[in-house]
């Protein structure tokens, strides 16, 4: 069975910083997809980064700001969040989908980030 957990999330000023961490069960980070998404009031969930053994990409509204990486001793996903804007305000979630598959199977239960102006 696979488990996702968050944690890091909190209340921030702008232009301040933050770390997510993703703790996983039942699946391998080193040799399958992890990703963030991330979903604010009255929004849909949107793409963040996500990372492979092959590729890192960002949002066109993360990139330089945010870093996602991987423990792979730890079977462990993490966001470093820098630069902090409000519109980072939402519910972040971690999400995870075996090597080859096209869609997310698990997700985690979401950590709040809330940022202040």
């Known amino acids: 069975q696979v488990q996702l957990v968050e944690s890091g999330g909190g209340l921030v000023q702008a232009g301040g910083s933050l770390r997510l961490s993703c703790a996983a069960s039942?699946?391998?980070?080193?040799?399958?997809?992890m990703a963030w998404y991330r979903q604010a009031p009255g929004k849909q969930r949107e793409f963040v980064a996500r990372?492979?053994?092959?590729?890192?990409n960002y949002a066109d509204s993360v990139k330089g700001r945010f870093t996602i990486s991987r423990d792979n001793a730890k079977n462990t996903g993490y966001l470093q969040m820098n630069s902090l804007k409000p519109e980072d305000t939402a519910v972040y979630y971690c999400?995870?989908?075996?090597?080859?598959?096209?869609?997310?199977?698990?997700w985690g239960q979401g950590t709040q980030v809330t940022v202040s102006s």
């Open positions: 039942g699946i391998i980070f080193s040799s399958n997809t």
């Open positions: 999400a995870a989908r075996w090597s080859g598959a096209d869609r997310y199977d698990y």
């Open positions: 990372i492979n053994t092959y590729v890192t």
